[in-house]
């Protein structure tokens, strides 16, 4: 499937624009089976049920479909939960936004963009994520082999209704994630089933349908850690370029101590180096001390999100992933399920192996868009995060590390780290974290442009 290919959802049209929604249908109580007690339910819609331009479309992507996979066409179908809790009814569903209502009218918990992250400010391509207090499904009336009780059980309802803010956001009708096929609403209600381990109680579509999007959701909620492309192997053209960038730094990773006291102030000017950090008591022995900095043309709130999502395993460290992330390239897009972030959570060295004050620093504490500090035992890294006048950001940080001889290994392997690797990799990353803060910026700049000129 191509990477600009967009299946159509009730809701949106094909490629030409979006179809209002149709008049939403309250879910009749008897439909439901008048629930008293606590249960989830999955509905199996037409894909297009009401909205002809969708259903036109949508049969015009399955007879392509069928055609390419060499198999008949099939009834294509969008899916719907209703969580029935101890003292409400919760919709549970994907659907284009509407208007700017939704967190207060709908009970939206997250959006997302449609068919490109440049026009997402404009509402026509966004879509909400809704967990909804006494919610309505459109064309309800329609569904086929529905409502499918999925379980009774309170704990499971409890643990869907919990994750729906968890979903991940990934571009509607892209394969963003290289799960195998595009992301939309049959994608997040498969997510959160698979995630609550009800994946075998929903079932299938109704016989001789299908649910395009269901197993990527399926696919991405079974990865482990998080819900993202992170953590992958490398391609082999990938690969060939890890290779090239560690071939590249080696010069600077064998000469590195011959001129220790200018790589450590890399970037910095002197005020910065003589400034302090958040940090800067807790390792009064330290014999390695480095401040370094850069400037990025973007503002503080587009380079956050890249540091709240570092370490091994998670979104890399935007560095030479072939030695600090086992080859696994580091993310190039902000994954929503790392951005949670919290005093004492792990921030893992490597991808490999269980966290611990070894090979892991800690969340030690923060300030949201303007400074973190990270800790070990033997060491503390710093960022700060300083807003310019012309809208950047000036990004410093600062390493103290400790040799603790009483333990010979772990002190001569961090001497081999620091000393001879810490300069190439840190420059590396913070030019990293450059790149994809100010590309992160221009997305947001071309998405204010398009809503400027659709207002017009």
């Not at 392509?64 to 809790?85: E, G, I, K, N």
């Not at 569904?143 to 009774?152: E, I």
């Not at 030019?431 to 071309?446: N, P």
């Amino acid at each position: 499937m191509g990477r600009k290919t967009l299946v159509h959802e009730r809701g949106w049209a094909h490629i030409g624009g979006m179809e209002e929604l149709p008049d939403p249908v309250d879910i009749p109580s008897a439909t439901i089976g008048s629930i008293l007690r606590p249960g989830l339910d999955l509905y199996w819609i037409p894909l297009g049920a009401g909205a002809g331009v969708v259903r036109l479309s949508g049969r015009a992507y399955e007879a392509l479909s069928a055609l390419f996979q060499r198999r008949p066409r099939r009834d294509l179908y969008h899916s719907a939960l209703v969580a029935q809790t101890t003292d409400a009814k919760f919709v549970i569903e994907m659907t284009p936004v509407p208007d700017g209502r939704g967190r207060q009218d709908r009970g939206v918990v997250s959006e997302g963009p449609v068919g490109s992250r440049c026009v997402r400010r404009l509402r026509v391509f966004r879509y909400e994520i809704r967990r909804w207090r006494e919610g309505v499904i459109p064309d309800i009336s329609l569904a086929v082999a529905s409502p499918v009780r999925v379980t009774d059980d309170a704990d499971l309802v409890h643990q869907v209704f919990e994750s729906v803010p968890l979903v991940p956001t990934p571009v509607w009708g892209r394969n963003e994630l290289h799960a195998g096929e595009m992301w939309n609403s049959n994608s997040v209600v498969a997510w959160v089933l698979t995630r609550a381990g009800l994946l075998d109680a929903a079932g299938r579509p109704p016989l001789g349908g299908r649910a395009p999007g269901w197993d990527a959701g399926v696919v991405i909620a079974e990865r482990p850690h998080l819900a993202s492309d992170t953590g992958r192997r490398p391609t082999p053209s990938e690969l060939r370029e890890e290779v090239r960038t560690v071939a590249h730094d080696f010069p600077s990773f064998a000469t590195a101590p011959l001129y220790r006291r200018w790589h450590q102030h890399w970037g910095a000017t002197p005020a910065e180096v003589a400034g302090s950090l958040p940090g800067d008591s807790l390792q009064p022995r330290a014999k390695f001390r480095a401040t370094r900095a850069i400037t990025i043309d973007a503002p503080p709130d587009s380079v956050w999100p890249w540091l709240v999502q570092v370490g091994g395993g998670r979104a890399g460290w935007y560095s030479n992933d072939l030695l600090d992330n086992l080859g696994r390239p580091s993310a190039t897009t902000v994954v929503p399920d790392l951005q949670h972030l919290e005093v004492g959570q792990w921030v893992p060295m490597s991808p490999s192996g269980t966290s611990s004050d070894r090979n892991s620093f800690r969340v030690h504490s923060f300030q949201v868009n303007r400074w973190m500090l990270w800790t070990k035992p033997d060491s503390t890294w710093a960022w700060c995060l300083t807003p310019t006048d012309d809208g950047g950001t000036r990004l410093v940080t600062r390493i103290h590390a400790v040799y603790d001889w009483r333990h010979p290994l772990m002190a001569l392997l961090g001497v081999m780290l620091m000393e001879f690797g810490d300069f190439a990799m840190c420059r590396r990353m913070l030019r990293g974290i450059k790149a994809r803060s100010e590309a992160l910026a221009r997305e947001d700049e071309v998405g204010h442009l398009a809503t400027t000129l659709a207002q017009r």
